[in-house]
C-alpha cells in the first residue's frame, strides 16, 4: 500500500489524489459473512433499512450524500404530508425508538417535511446502535463486484460489492455483502420540457426556474412577490405551489399566476376531493378546484412546452396545445414540478432490470404505470418482486418506482422489511407481504394521469 493510503477495517482511505489506492486489487482480503449491509440514502426508508438490520441483529453502514439527515426532505421541510404519522413511521423503527424513551407522535396528526425530520428521523439517526454506522456528506459515486466488471458472470454472486464513496472530498472504498439503494428521485428532477431532455435554453434560465417545492410565503416570499410565475405540473408539489401562490397574491395583488399541465381536463387533478381516503390530500384537490373556478389562475391544459426564450428579463415559454402553437410572455419565475427520475448513472458496473419506460424496477411496472392506472395502488410487494439480477442488491423507495409519481413511504418500510427478513435468512417473513395503503377513492384503470406527475411531497425515499 502506497504512503498516501490507509486501511481501516473493510474500508481504503484514499487521502491524496492520484494515489491509485482506489483500486480493487489493494482492498484486503475480507470474510464476506463479517461485512455489513450497505445502505445507500439516509432518508425514511434508508433508516427504515437500518432499523430492520439492527433489530435481526445485521451489521450496516449507510451512506448520506447531504450533511445532515434525510437532505432531500430540508428542501421542502415547509410542506405538509397528506399522510398522517401513522403512515409515517416504520415499525421496526418505532420499537428501537421506544426502547429510548421517544414519545410517539400523534398518528392522525399531519407533519410537515421538517417534523418528519425532527420529530422522528433525527431521533432514529442519534440512537446508539445507528449513529455510529452513518456516514454524512459521503456520496456514492460507483458500485461494482470485487475484482469483477459487469460482463464477467462466473463466481460473481460470492464475491463482495465495492462502493467508491467521496466523503468530505476523500475518496473511500466500501465493501459490503448487500447493497440497498434508497437513494430516492428527488435529486434528479425532470427537465420541463415535454420530450424529457435537457436544453440548453432551459439549462440557461436556471436561476429563474426551480425544481424545487420553493417556500413561497417564508424564506423564497421576495423571489415570487409581485410577479408573474409560471407552474408547471399537475401533481401535488405543483399543486401545493399552486397553493401557496393564492396565498402570496391575497397579500401581494400584483402576483399573478400562470398554470400549465398536459393533461386534457383540469378536472383529473382534483383526485378523490372528499372520496379520498387521506383527508388532506382531498382537500388539496377541493382547494385547486376553487382557486380554478375562482379565475386567480390561468391554466392551459394539453400543453407540451417546446422551448424557452429569455427576453430582457423575462421568459416566453412556446408551447403546443393540439394543433396550436402558443407563447406565453412576460414570464418573471418558473416553478417546474414535472416529476424525477432516478439516478442510475453510479450503477453503471451492476447487473439490473429496469423497466425501459418508467425507469422502475422490472417487476413494479405493469402495476404502477401511469399510462394505466389513475392512482397509486400496488399491491403488496417485497423481496421476489425488488430482486435484481445482481444478487443481494436491491432498488427501493421512490427510487424503485422510476418515474412513476404515486409512492407513499409505507410501501418503501414494507419493502425493506421483507429485503432485511430475506437477506437474513427469514424467507417466510420475507415471502408474507402484508401492507395496507389509503385508497383515493377513485381508482380505476384507463383514466391515467400524464407521465411526470409528482407526489413528492407526501414521500420520500
Given amino acids: 500500500m502506497s504512503g498516501c493510503c490507509s486501511v481501516s477495517g473493510n474500508q481504503v482511505v484514499q487521502t491524496k489524489s492520484g494515489c491509485g489506492c482506489g483500486d480493487k486489487e489493494n482492498l484486503p482480503p475480507v470474510n464476506n459473512r463479517r461485512l455489513p449491509v450497505a445502505i445507500i440514502g439516509g432518508g425514511p ?45 416504520d415499525k421496526a423503527a418505532k420499537k428501537l425508538l421506544k426502547v429510548h424513551g421517544w414519545m410517539e407522535p400523534n398518528e392522525s396528526e399531519l407533519p410537515t417535511g421538517g417534523e418528519l425530520v425532527e420529530q422522528y ?112 405540473g399537475s401533481g401535488h408539489s405543483a399543486i401545493n405551489a399552486l397553493l401557496d401562490l393564492e396565498r402570496l397574491k391575497k397579500q401581494v395583488p400584483t402576483t399573478n399566476i400562470v398554470w400549465v399541465i ?36 390561468q391554466v392551459f391544459t394539453s400543453f407540451y412546452i417546446q422551448n424557452f426564450n429569455k427576453e430582457a428579463e423575462q421568459i416566453t415559454v412556446t408551447g403546443r396545445s393540439n394543433e396550436d402553437t402558443i407563447r406565453i410572455e412576460g414570464i418573471d419565475e418558473v416553478i417546474s414540478n414535472t416529476g424525477s427520475r432516478p439516478d442510475m448513472s453510479f450503477l453503471r458496473e451492476v447487473r439490473t432490470g429496469m423497466d425501459s419506460a418508467l425507469e422502475s424496477v422490472d417487476a413494479l411496472a405493469s402495476l404502477i404505470d401511469p ?38 413511504m409505507a410501501t418503501g418500510y414494507e419493502q425493506v422489511r421483507s429485503i432485511v427478513a430475506a437477506l437474513t435468512g427469514d424467507w417466510e417473513a420475507a415471502e408474507k407481504v402484508e401492507l395496507e395503503l389509503p385508497e383515493t377513492g377513485v381508482c380505476s384503470v384507463g383514466t391515467a394521469p400524464s407521465v411526470g406527475t409528482n407526489a413528492n411531497s407526501s414521500c420520500c425515499g
Fill in 45 to 89: 426508508v434508508g433508516f427504515a433499512a437500518a432499523a430492520h438490520l439492527v433489530s435481526k441483529g445485521e451489521s450496516f453502514v449507510l451512506f448520506e450524500a447531504a450533511g445532515e439527515v434525510a437532505g432531500n426532505i430540508k428542501q421542502w421541510s415547509h410542506v405538509r404530508l397528506f399522510s398522517p404519522w401513522q403512515y409515517n413511521i
Fill in 121 to 232: 428521523l433525527n431521533p432514529l439517526s442519534e440512537l446508539p446502535l445507528i449513529n455510529p454506522h452513518v456516514h454524512y456528506n459521503a456520496k456514492v459515486i460507483a458500485v461494482s463486484r470485487k475484482g469483477l466488471s459487469k460482463v464477467k458472470t462466473a463466481g460473481r454472486e460470492t464475491l463482495p460489492f465495492v462502493l467508491h464513496v467521496v466523503k468530505d472530498d476523500k475518496r473511500i472504498v466500501f465493501e459490503a455483502k448487500a447493497v440497498i439503494d434508497a437513494s430516492g428521485t428527488w435529486s434528479s428532477p425532470n427537465p420541463a420540457n415535454s420530450e424529457g431532455i435537457w436544453t440548453d435554453d432551459e439549462l440557461a434560465l436556471s436561476k429563474q426556474i426551480t425544481y424545487e417545492i420553493p417556500d413561497v410565503l417564508g424564506k423564497h416570499r421576495e423571489r415570487y412577490s409581485g410577479k408573474n410565475v409560471l407552474v408547471v
Fill in 371 to 408: 399510462n394505466i392506472h389513475s392512482c397509486g395502488t400496488v399491491r403488496p410487494h417485497g423481496e421476489k418482486e425488488l430482486r435484481q439480477p445482481e444478487h443481494n442488491f436491491y432498488i427501493v423507495g421512490s427510487k424503485s418506482y422510476g418515474r412513476a409519481p404515486t409512492f407513499l
Fill in 262 to 297: 398536459r393533461k386534457s381536463n383540469v378536472k383529473d387533478v382534483y383526485g378523490g376531493q372528499e372520496n379520498d381516503s387521506l383527508r388532506e390530500r382531498g382537500e388539496l384537490g377541493i382547494r385547486l378546484q376553487k382557486l380554478v373556478v375562482s379565475g386567480t389562475v
